[in-house]
Every structure is written in structure tokens, then in C-alpha cells.
């Protein structure tokens, strides 16, 4: 089937060429991308690439950068463990489902063309955005050893030549209010500056039964300042920002198993039937509600999160066609997130997720236009310090019931310091009119310096409750590697509209630490891990049409090498908090296609279809920390089938403008363990959304709504059958409708 497959996309653009020639012109843009680290035509490069405009998350309510994976084939973001956590990002089958705030994503996020660093950084809220840019497969030469899987490219407006300006306002259901705005202004014939600001303050579409618990919602406030300066052969782009988020976390749902939980003798709930009416927790609760939407949770749960820092680029022009680049950026990151993990009233399972971080990042490059060839090289650096503070109170109700060792609240402090420099190249050389050749490789030394410290808290003399603090562990040590990654990709351009294209590229993930709920030294002292390698072989093409379309696809093929899988395992203590294991226990093979395909029927319609497919994702046979057989599984959070599809409609109406748009997401089902737990799997759903803007003048009126049809699905089921007899439910967005009110000046 896969080579029946190839075969069929590769023929795809003889086949359709003739069908698309007749759509008409004018309307659809030359879409440029930086997937190269220079402008370039997205026609002119060998890697799958969609981009995502900044007319689209401004007129659909895209609020930040988890709501990407509802435009683009075979990606998919969650907020995973509740907005505040790290995100959960995965591009073809590769991605890290997992909360701690020590670990780094396989999917490099760059803003402004500097790393974000670790995942923590990997929520972004998208305002006065220029485009976003989905780069697929490996991204090893210029974007580094953390983009095993992809990266995603966001690029904020920068200042250009004018005094203007706009505000935004905004309202919706569940309390949403949305302020945004900048305005741009020249300074003189060389340079301008650009201020842009957003603030959000809303509740979420979950909702709380328990009346003593707050009400859950967010406070996001982000400032942005920059400023481009630019000379006969210089040019300075400065930006400091800024933000301040601060609310009640969104609260968990609890997803019972048992029609009776009885220790003697428990009777199950089938997978369809658990979280309904008739089924419990280990202690009998259920929430009373028939309503997905609503929790009964104790869910007094701050969030506060204050982050900081500066992007700088400066460009020297050595000649017409060299120059050098020099990127530098600093981000520093507070963040306190504490959470309620039983989704119960009662303090079964709760705690905090305490976060300080810096990251420091330099980069030098060199491009030079060498005739028709191009070269590219570089020195890279970076330095990220993460200070956890974390705790996890265990069974706090029943202090004074449960033996002791049960009922302890864990202390783990972790200092996670990663360094790496890397030198990286790549060279583009012209063959002839329709051959290039493309060869990079990049040499990273990486190391990783841990500093683990462990107190508990736990009844030490028998009846008094508030327990003491001693000791647990003290663990430290290095993890230090390092190695090549590189690609080799040969375009083929028959015409000008059609490139061919055969890319061979390996992606390597960084060792680590993994800093999160350890439950004994040993554990400690085994939570160090060794990198993982994607070796990927992709064939595409990109057909076009200037104004009336655009048609690309790829199939790929990936050897997944020492992958470092999270491990949510039952304990082999009864009733105790589960194993949360990060070990590098596997391989996989992952295979499968896409189409994307923007098309326009006439200067009033446009359309937009993106189609992913994974046949193949799956776990070679390993064995777990706990002796358990994994053969042939599914990777976790890897949906079969993805479709992303809009319809657009313009018209003119009373001298303006008036634009609708419709779209779907559509997710076959997927798991969200590697155990393939049935109770731990989302059934497949479809994600509407609408939006109809009227532009008049200087004025822009929108109304949008999403996940019209408030279809019922979650960013994550975590696993706490075992120790609770539940699933933690971190539930998705339901419906929510809003109207946005635009002034330009």
C-alpha cells in the first residue's frame, strides 16, 4: 500500500496539471518562507512547508500557538496537562507527551529566527504576527539537534516606513474579552519602531460544580517592542518583550472505572462506558453530571507566569551577493503552576509545578551567493538554566488512615544547566537548469549537568498530622554527547511551475534529565537519558500556478532510532502514585503521506484542503522498566487520518468588504499512552469553525466561533487507574463564539 501510494502522489501533478490550468488570477499570493534561514519562494524548497497567514489568526481567533494544528496536516498541539504546562507538539507521528518542565520538545520552535529553548517556552500568544511557518521531517542542519521532528517558524511583524496603526477589541461567550493593537512609526529615512500589545482575559469552557472553588480562567498580558533600522550595507532589528499571565488553572475531570470499587472485588467499567454516571473512582466519587463540560473539582489552583527578554539581528552586506548574520536572544521565565490531579473535592493528589529559567542563545552565519550556487554557513551556541521547584502532596485526606509511606507529599528540586555549540553548513549547487543539489551537515557537542534534591514529608509520629520534613535523595552527574546530523536533497525542476524533490535527513534529540515525580533514589539515579535519531526519506513535489494554485505533497518513510519515550507505569506498590519514567526503550517505523492543495475557483472563492495520513506509526518490540511486552503499538497521540479543509467567500457590500470563511479539522482516533490503553484513547472528532468579517474603511468588524457543534474531546487522559481508579481528563475547548471590533489609523 505504501508503494502504491508513492507511486500515485508522484504522478499527481502530470495528472492534475491540466485540471488546475483553467482557475483563475490575481488572488493568490507568492508565498515566501525562511525555512532556509533566508526570504526564499516556498516553490524553490525541498522541504514540506505550510504556512499559516496572519489575516488567519487574526479573523479566526487563533489565540496562541496551540491552536496551529487545526490548520496544517499531520501536525497536532495540545496544552497537554492543562494550559500552563508545556505543550504537547507532534509533526508526523514524532513528539514528547509529557508535562515536566525539564524536558525538550523534538519539534524546535524559533521566533524571530532565535530557539525558544525547552518546551516551557513553547507557548506563544500570537499577536501581530507576520506568518507562521510549519517545517515537516528533520531539521538537523540549520535548525539543530532538537527538531527531530520538524520545527515551527514565527515571525512577528516588523517596523516599516509609515505612522500607522490599529486597535482591536473583542468579546465572547465564557467571559472572553480580548484587547490587541500596535502602531508603527518612523523615526526617520533609515529606521522605525513597532509596539504591539494583547491582553486576554477569559474562562474556560469546562466549568466547576464544586461551589467553593473559583471560578477557572486566565489573565494574559504580552508587550512587544521593536525596532529595525536599516543602511547601505547594515541593518539592526532589535525587540524586547514582555508578559504577565495569572489566573485559576482549568480543572480537571475525573474519568471513574469501576461500577464497584470494591478492593475484594472491583467490577470494571467498559472503556465507552468510564466517566459516565454509573461509574466511580477507587473512593466512589463521580462528578453527578451527565454534562462533559462539567467537574467537580477542588480546584483552588494559581497559575502565575511572568517571562522577559530580547531578540537581536544585525546584517552586514560584505558584497551584493554576501552577508553576514549575527542573532542573539535572552529569555527569562517565572513560572508557578499548581494543579489538582484526582479531579475530586477532595486532596488525594495535589501540587506545583515551579519553574525559573534562562536561556542565552548566539548565532553567527555566513551566506554567500556563489553564481547559481548557495552557501550557508554557521556557529551556534546556547545556554539554558532550569530551576525546578516542584512538589506533589499524596493522599493528604487520609493522613492518619493510610500507613504513612502512602500518604507523603514529595519535594523535588532540580538545576538542569544544558549547554551546546554546533557548526553547521549547507550548500546548494546548481547542476544544470533542472537539477540542484543540496548537501548540509551540522556537528553539535552538547552536555547536560543535573542537580537533583529530594525531601519528603510524611507522619513520623503517630498522630501528628503535619508530618515532618527529612531527606530523600540527593542525586547529580552529566550527560555529555555529541555528533553529526545532515541532509542531502536533489531537486528536479521539469518546468517552472513543478519541483520534484528527494530529501535524506537525520535529526537527532539531546540527552537529558528527567526532573519529574521520582519515587526513590534509584529511580533518580536512572533518570538520566541518551539521545534519539530519525533517519527520514521524503519524495514531494509543489505544483503552482501564479495567482491560481497551489498543490503540494510528500510520502515519507522515518527510522526512528533510540526513542525516548514517557511512561506513565502502575507501581509495583499497591495504591501508590505511578512510575513516570523518560528512557530511551525503543524503535520505530513511521511511514505515510500528505496533500496540501489552495485553489481558487474564482476572484470570490478560494478553498483550502490539507490531508495527512499515517498508516504506520508504531513501536518495534521493547520491553518496559516493569517487564511488560510493547509489540507493534501505536505511537501515542498519532491520529491515522487528519483533514484540514476551509472554503472562503468575498464580496463587495455598500462600498466594503465582506469575507466569510468556513473550516473543519477532522482527527481519526488516537491513544494517549504507549500502552494503548482503551481508557486512555480519543475517539476520532471533527473541529468546525466559521468567521464573517466586514471591512469598511478603517473599519473591521468580525464574528468567528469555534468548535461550533461543542464536540467533546480531550488534550490529554492521564492514567491514574492504578493508583486512584481514574483517569485525569484534561478536557479540549468546547464552543466558544466571540465578535472582534478593528480600528485602523
Known amino acids: ?132 511557518e510549519v517545517l515537516k521531517g528533520p531539521q538537523g542542519t540549520l535548525f539543530g539537534r532538537n527538531s527531530t521532528g520538524g520545527a515551527l517558524l514565527v515571525r512577528t511583524k516588523r517596523p516599516d516606513a509609515g505612522n500607522y496603526g490599529y486597535v482591536s477589541l473583542g468579546a465572547g461567550t465564557d467571559d472572553w474579552r480580548r ?33 467553593t472553588s473559583p471560578e477557572a480562567g486566565l489573565k494574559q498580558s504580552d508587550l512587544r517592542l521593536s525596532y529595525l533600522g536599516e543602511w547601505d550595507n547594515w541593518s539592526a532589528f532589535v525587540k524586547g518583550y514582555y508578559g504577565h499571565w495569572d489566573g485559576i488553572v482549568q480543572p480537571v475531570g475525573n474519568i471513574g472505572i469501576f461500577k464497584d470499587p470494591n478492593p475484594a472485588a472491583p467490577v470494571k467499567c467498559s472503556p465507552s462506558e468510564a466517566g459516565s454516571a454509573g461509574c466511580v473512582d477507587s473512593f466512589g466519587f463521580n462528578d453527578g453530571s451527565d454534562d462533559f463540560w462539567a467537574v467537580s473539582v477542588n480546584n483552588d489552583s494559581p497559575h502565575l507566569s511572568i517571562y522577559k527578554g530580547w531578540t ?87 493522613r492518619g488512615i493510610f500507613a504513612p509511606e502512602l500518604t507523603t507529599t514529595f519535594f523535588y528540586d532540580n538545576e538542569i544547566v544544558t549547554k551546546s555549540i554546533a557548526l553547521f553548513s549547507q550548500y546548494e549547487w546548481q547542476l544544470n537548469e533542472h537539477h540542484m543539489l543540496t548537501i548540509g551537515a551540522r556537528y553539535s557537542d552538547e552536555s547536560v549537568e543535573y542537580d537533583s534534591i529530594s525531601r519528603l514529608n510524611f507522619i513520623t509520629t503517630p498522630g501528628e498530622l503535619a508530618g515532618s520534613l527529612i531527606p530523600f535523595y540527593t542525586v547529580n552527574g552529566e550527560v555529555k554527547d555529541d555528533g ?76 526512528y532510532k533510540n526513542q525516548q519515550v514517557f511512561m506513565n507505569q502502575a507501581s509495583s506498590t499497591p ?84 469575507a466569510t470563511v468556513i473550516g473543519v479539522d477532522y482527527q481519526s482516533e488516537y491513544y494517549f499512552d504507549q500502552n494503548q490503553n482503551p481508557y486512555a484513547m480519543q475517539a476520532s472528532y471533527a473541529l468546525w469553525r466559521a468567521n464573517v468579517t466586514y471591512q469598511y474603511q478603517q473599519w473591521q468588524v468580525g464574528l468567528w466561533g469555534k468548535n461550533l457543534f461543542d464536540k467533546e474531546y480531550s488534550h490529554l487522559k492521564f492514567d491514574l487507574s492504578s493508583f486512584l481508579g481514574m483517569l485525569e481528563d484534561f478536557k479540549g475547548e468546547g464552543q466558544r463564539i466571540g465578535v472582534d471590533v478593528t480600528y485602523n489609523f
Open 575 to 658: 495504591n501508590a502514585p505511578p512510575l513516570q519514567l523518560l528512557e530511551n526503550v525503543g524503535e520505530s517505523t513511521i511511514y505515510g503521506a500528505e496533500l496540501e492543495l489552495e485553489y481558487l475557483f474564482s476572484e470570490a472563492v478560494k478553498s483550502r484542503v490539507a490531508i495527512g495520513y499515517i498508516p504506520e506509526a508504531n513501536f518495534e518490540e521493547f520491553i518496559d522498566p516493569l517487564g511488560n511486552r510493547l509489540t507493534d503499538n501505536r505511537l501515542p497521540f498519532t491520529s491515522e487520518w487528519n483533514i484540514s479543509a476551509e472554503l472562503a467567500y468575498s464580496y463587495e457590500l455598500n462600498s466594503g468588504e465582506l
Open 1 to 132: 500500500m505504501f508503494k502504491l501510494s508513492a507511486i500515485s502522489i508522484s504522478i499527481m501533478p502530470v495528472l492534475l496539471s491540466s485540471f488546475l490550468s483553467y482557475a483563475a488570477n490575481d488572488s493568490i499570493e507568492i508565498i515566501e518562507v525562511h525555512a532556509q534561514k533566508r526570504k526564499q519562494n516556498i516553490e524553490d524548497v525541498s522541504v514540506s512547508i505550510s504556512t499559516i497567514s496572519a489575516d488567519r489568526i487574526a479573523r479566526q481567533g487563533i489565540k496562541d500557538a496551540t491552536e496551529l494544528g487545526h490548520f496544517v496536516a499531520n501536525l497536532k498541539i495540545s496544552q497537554n496537562a492543562a494550559e500552563g504546562t508545556p505543550p504537547a507538539i507532534n509533526i508526523r507521528g514524532i513528539g514528547l507527551l509529557d508535562y515536566n518542565t525539564a524536558n525538550t520538545s523534538p519539534i524546535a520552535m524559533y521566533v524571530d529566527g532565535v530557539s525558544v529553548g525547552s518546551a516551557n517556552n513553547q507557548i506563544a500568544n500570537l499577536f501581530d504576527i507576520e506568518q507562521v
Open 312 to 398: 537581536a539581528e544585525l546584517q552586514w552586506q560584505l558584497q551584493e551577493d554576501a552577508f553576514i548574520t549575527y542573532s542573539n536572544g535572552f529569555n527569562r521565565l517565572d513560572r508557578d503552576h499548581t494543579f489538582n490531579c484526582d479531579g475530586s473535592p477532595k486532596r488525594l493528589c495535589e501540587g506545583e509545578l515551579g519553574l525559573k529559567s534562562e536561556l542565552v542563545t548566539n548565532e553567527l552565519r555566513y551566506h554567500s551567493q556563489l553564481g547559481e550556487d548557495y552557501w550557508t554557513i554557521g556557529l551556534f551556541q546556547y545556554q539554558e538554566r532550569i530551576y525546578q521547584n516542584n512538589h506533589n502532596d499524596i493522599l493528604r485526606d487520609f
Open 179 to 211: 484587547a490587541q493593537g500596535a502602531y508603527n512609526a518612523t523615526i526617520n529615512d533609515e529606521s522605525a519602531i513597532r509596539f504591539a500589545f494583547n491582553h486576554a482575559d477569559y474562562e474556560y469552557t469546562s466549568y466547576n460544580l464544586l461551589e
Open 484 to 559: 553529526f546530523s545532515g541532509k542531502v536533497a536533489w531537486n528536479y525542476t521539469p518546468h517552472d511551475n513543478l519541483l520534484i524533490y528527494y530529501s535524506l535527513a537525520n535529526g537527532t534529540k539531546s540527552g537529558g534529565y528527567n526532573g519529574g515525580l521520582l519515587s526513590s533514589k534509584e529511580q533518580a539515579e536512572l533518570a538520566d537519558y541518551g539521545p534519539e535519531e530519525t533517519l527520514s526519506h521524503e519524495v514531494g513535489f509543489k505544483l503552482s500556478e501564479e495567482g491560481a494554485y497551489l498543490l503540494s505533497g510528500a510520502i515519507f518513510y522515518y527510522d
